[in-house]
């Protein structure tokens, strides 16, 4: 998804690719509450729903990279990290409102309602959710620098190829940098309710209220460090995160290993607010990191093979990890490695905060 929605973004442009990959989601997401159940049509039931699982992952490759480029284009230089941090304040927004969405569900119905009708209903809020994608699509003109490449007949007819050929070194780089974001955002925000209640010993619920607790802190910080990013650069603050995360990941994952709720709940916090670092950078490093002419592409290819490779599969590393290891800090050295990896790769990055888009 990131190589096709990075070539169309970049040869059609920004709002073509945006708009189309949300409207794709849109429809996937409620084609999810139409499958009829396995006792009506058998196999086909699981193979329809992965069907379309896989129509949402190619979507969800192109809207980060296509909404991030889009505002980047859109800011104002001195405000480019500020407009950038709504998509990952968005992302975590969806995660946060999509876990009450299910929680209030689960209280309002009883058991049985919910098995047989009552979990389709989320996913058809998705169908409402389509028409930002054609609002996008009728309404809003593409961004002010694409419009200028393509007037210029500038744009390129191969983004992907050119990416590789000429700007391997960013890619390289971006790929690192991401790394941290990957990895992070699936450990802290995705698999950590898992690791409370089956490692830790915590309730289901409390390990739930301590990981939408990290959710609501990393929302809370995002665009505070966006102003960080515009003001102090993009390098210091992706570095400080790394950093961060060096020095304290193993530590924290110790003080979880206490079990106690009250310090578990501050450890959460203390994880959403360093996560909220790195996270509020990185949309405008990575879209000031290519040229205009593939933005797009180097976007999207970065963050979705670093969240491919090591995102997704944070939480079954962390749990083979925890078997092989023996120990409940595995999952943190695995962070720790990460941050190291992305420190490297950012401090080997030049500063692009303020200058003109290439």
Known sequence: GGFVWGHLGDKIGRREALS????????????IALIPSYDTIGIWAPILLLIIRVVQGF???????????F?????????RGLYAAVVPASTATGLLLGSLLAALLTGLLEPEQMQSWGWRLPFL????????????RTRLEDSPVFKELAKEDNADNAPVSSLFKNHWRQLVQ?????LLNAVGFYLILSYMPTHLSQNIGLSETASYVATTVALTTYIGFIFVVGILSDRFGRKKVLMSASILFVLLTVPAFMLLETGNFLIV???????????????????????????????????AVSFNLSNALFGGTAPFVATVLIASSGTDLAPGW???????????????????????LA
């Not at 189309?20 to 989601?25: Q, V």
């Not at 809020?125 to 996008?136: E, K, N, V």
């Not at 971006?174 to 991401?178: F, S």
């Open 20 to 31: 189309w990959s949300i409207l794709i989601m849109s429809a996937a997401t409620f084609c």
């Open 59 to 69: 979507s969800a490759s192109g809207e980060y990279a296509g909404a991030s480029a």
């Open 71 to 79: 505002l980047v284009e859109y800011a104002p230089a001195n405000r």
């Open 125 to 136: 809020l998705a169908a409402p959710m389509g028409l930002i994608g054609r609002y996008i």
């Open 174 to 178: 971006a790929v690192g940098a991401v």
């Open 265 to 299: 709940v501050l450890v959460q916090i203390l994880l959403g607010a360093m996560l909220s670092l790195n996270d509020g950078t990185l949309p405008s490093y990575l879209a000031e990191m290519f040229p205009t002419r593939v933005r797009y592409s180097g976007f």
């Open 334 to 356: 695995y962070l720790m490695g990460a941050a190291i990896i992305s420190l490297v790769a950012v401090s080997f990055s030049v500063e692009t905060s303020k200058k003109p």
